[in-house]
């Protein structure tokens, strides 16, 4: 297969798939209709997993979906370059404002192709011009010099109706992806209520959110003003490794698949460890198979723990990536660290005290009531997919408890299970596939953070930029010493300055290309046309270089 081929099969992220490689290589299940049937039906709803979890798969296969069967109108739209508006929040007053605009006219750009050739010589034509017009300043982080483009949601929801029945759809479906970040909660806010405007009976909105890291506004309630639905895959579903094995099957091409015949054992093993996050899964396939190595290695279950080992590492590195993009929560971040350390290793003692015993623990219960401080720090671990929230449980004298799974990387990579240096591959499938309801080690925040982890959750706020006074509180908007107003570095801006290092990619890689090229800021690699500077390092070919470079996507925009 070409190397271009190769970095295809290896894309990681649905966005950047043609509609004939999604189709192609997704394995489809009574699941996945039914999530794909909430989708392309009436009604709000909101797609919620971490990244990886497979949201934009799903929001992609509805839209071409519904192109395909002719009835309905879907407009799929990507906010992944939402916080290339950040710097607007400390430059205009009128931000918000612009935002707003900004959201509403992704959609009217979103218009599928046919519907623009029919509406093509109408007045739609010079509304998505200055649609177009204005997604582009604003995404170049400029304020237009005027607001040609000002339909508020109301408006463009008549709009919409009216642009379906000229081109023959009785209804609107908006797939609203990348819609919810965690770096700018007043981007959250306004967006959420715009979204609860764009619905009427003919046009429903969709929109992919993150677990834990949402911020919804006061009035919006889950369940009243959308239904959730959850796209994260459960390891634990009898479905789940014929799905991740479909996945390897439809995506490989033949020499591939060869070359892992009589180790589907490791290919199990891999599934997983990816915690239900196809993403992973791939990632950790194409290191096992060796991908742009000089000459195909043998696949053995070194490979194949080296691969989760990696993925493992990288999972940390996208989580402690916040303290970056949320500076204020850098305290909670750290807390957070040494959080899923205590788990993994409250997990390790249990899982010793049933030597001999297949059946290992995979998660933690944390007794109830959860203090506030901790659930920030759990939902901030949801969000970089290293723990899943599972539910209360009641233990009836004991007292209830919260439930979290964590991630089977980690478990794995720092023998979480308890199952000795060299377990083996069967002894592994084994602990990870056996199921029991009622096996976890219960704890307390303080036995896993220590008794004053609560004093130790404090935001991390900018003094005064004038006279060096430390802020009162978050919502502090003057100096309390000389009266300056105070204000924020622009995160976006801190984003696109930060070292390559701290982006989710091996040491390895990382002085290679150190060594080898000029790059050295996550805005230099984003710059790097065609990456002609990282694919002239050594081992770093189509797919580790796209690799790279979604990562600074990511790293900025997601």
């Known amino acids: 297969m070409p190397e271009d081929g190769l970095a295809s099969v290896f894309e990681e992220r649905a966005e950047y798939l043609s509609e004939e490689d999604l189709r192609a290589w997704t394995q489809r299940t009574p699941r996945d209709s039914e999530i794909l049937s909430r989708l392309m039906g009436p009604g709000p709803k909101l797609l919620t997993g971490p990244r990886g979890s497979g949201k934009s798969t799903y929001l992609r296969l509805a839209y071409f979906k519904m192109l395909e069967e002719g009835h309905v109108l879907p407009i799929y739209v990507n906010y992944g370059k939402s916080l290339a508006l950040e710097p607007l929040f400390h430059q205009k007053a009128n931000a918000l404002a612009l935002f707003r605009h900004w959201v509403l006219a992704k959609i009217i750009v979103g218009l599928p192709r046919f519907a623009r050739d029919t509406l093509k010589g109408t007045s739609f034509d010079r509304v998505r011009e200055s649609a177009t017009r204005q997604v582009r300043t604003l995404e170049a982080g400029q304020s237009p010099d005027s607001l040609d483009f000002t339909l508020s949601p109301s408006e463009l929801v008549d709009s919409l109706e009216e642009w379906a029945s000229s081109v023959g759809r009785r209804r609107v479906v908006l797939l609203l992806d990348d819609a919810a970040h965690a770096f700018s909660s007043d981007q959250q806010r306004e967006f959420f209520g715009i979204y609860r405007d764009l619905r009427s009976r003919y046009v429903a909105p969709k929109a992919a959110v993150y677990p834990g890291v949402t911020t919804y506004t006061p009035t919006f309630h889950i369940g009243h003003d959308a239904e959730m639905v959850e796209a994260w895959m459960r390891p634990d579903d009898e479905e789940y490794l014929p799905v991740m094995r479909g ?312």
């Open 247 to 558: 996945i390897a099957e439809r995506r490989l091409p033949d020499p591939m698949r060869k070359r892992l015949e009589g180790r589907e054992e490791l290919l199990d093993l891999l599934a997983l460890a990816s915690f239900g996050l196809p993403r992973g899964f791939i990632l950790m396939l194409s290191n096992l198979l060796g991908v742009e190595e000089a000459a195909s290695p043998r696949i053995t279950r070194h490979r194949a723990d080296a691969a989760i080992a990696e993925y493992a590492s990288n999972t940390r590195d996208v989580f402690k990536a916040l303290a970056v993009k949320l500076p204020r929560f850098k305290n909670f971040v750290e807390l957070g660290m040494q959080l899923q350390s205590s788990m993994i290793a409250s997990l390790q003692r249990f899982n010793r005290s049933r030597v001999g015993e297949p059946v290992r623990a995979t998660i933690v219960a944390i007794g109830e009531p959860v203090e506030e401080e901790l659930k920030r720090i759990l939902a901030l671990l949801e969000y970089a997919g290293i723990i899943r929230r599972m539910g209360s449980v009641s233990r009836g004298e004991q007292g209830s408890f919260e439930r979290y799974w964590v991630h089977h990387a980690l478990l794995l990579s720092e023998n979480g299970l308890a199952l000795g240096r060299n377990p083996s591959t069967a002894a592994a499938l084994k602990a990870l596939t056996s199921k029991n309801a009622q096996l976890y080690p219960r704890t307390k925040g303080a036995q896993l953070l220590g008794s004053d982890f609560r004093e130790r959750c404090t935001l991390d706020l900018p003094p005064c930029a004038v006279c060096s006074e430390p802020r009162l509180s978050a919502e502090a908007r003057y100096c309390m010493k000389c009266g300056s107003r105070l204000t924020e570095a622009s995160i976006y801006k801190e984003l696109l300055g930060a070292a390559i290092d701290a982006l989710p990619i091996t040491p390895n890689k990382i002085d290679s290309i150190l060594s080898g090229t000029n790059l050295r800021t996550v805005q230099d690699i984003l710059l790097d046309d065609e990456a002609v500077q990282l694919r002239s390092v050594p081992y770093i070919g189509p797919v580790w270089a796209e690799r790279i470079r979604r990562a600074a996507e990511e790293f900025v925009y997601v």
